[in-house]
């Protein structure tokens, strides 16, 4: 009998993403407290940015565009956000998106696998992607609890079950 697989990636769903920052932007400007304040979130290239005449209110629209990703199912963790800038007389907050697994990062998953988790499951790195192999499948359900109870910062999907 063949071996039982998944792959383990960090990707972010960039419809869901788009959808939560138009909610955010409509949230923005209806609300009375964001009423001549400049306050906006816009995508910049791949970059979402935030700009607003004071450090709170761009914290703030941080904040809603947030609240929106948690409610379409996005980890914060793929979100990675900077400081407020001031830039002339308004702040901007610059934020990115953190996709894929880095190589550093793929060995520390592998070695958890290893060191933690069922014997005769095997992790490989795959370019951005790990790819975890066994006999059983139990073991590949063992291995998913396992990376599920533990506290990374980046998001982890589990995807290709097979």
């Given amino acids: 009998m063949a071996d039982s697989s998944f792959d383990i990636v960090s990707k972010v769903e960039r419809q869901e993403v788009d959808n939560a920052l138009n909610q955010a932007a409509k949230e ?15 995508w910049s290239g791949e970059k979402i940015e935030i700009r607003a005449n004071a450090e709170e209110r ?42 894929g ?13 290893r060191d933690e988790g069922p014997k ?10 790990l790819r975890v192999s066994a006999k059983s499948r ?6 998913i609890a396992l990376l599920k109870g533990k506290d990374f910062d980046f998001a982890l999907q589990f995807v290709n079950y097979r």
Wanted: glycine share 8%; aromatic share 4%; charged share 30%.
């Fill in 28 to 42: 923005v400007s209806q609300r009375y407290d964001f009423k001549g304040v400049g306050a906006s979130i816009a």
């Fill in 58 to 99: 761009a914290k703030a629209v941080l904040d809603i565009f947030q609240s929106k990703l948690v409610k379409r199912g996005i980890s914060l963790k793929a979100l990675d956000s900077g400081e407020p800038q001031a830039s002339g007389k308004e702040y901007k907050i610059i934020s990115s998106l953190k996709e």
């Fill in 101 to 113: 697994i880095s190589q550093e990062d793929a060995k520390k998953v592998a070695k958890i696998i």
């Fill in 120 to 129: 005769g499951v095997k992790a490989q790195v795959q370019g951005d992607e």
């Fill in 138 to 143: 139990d073991a590949l359900q063992e291995v």
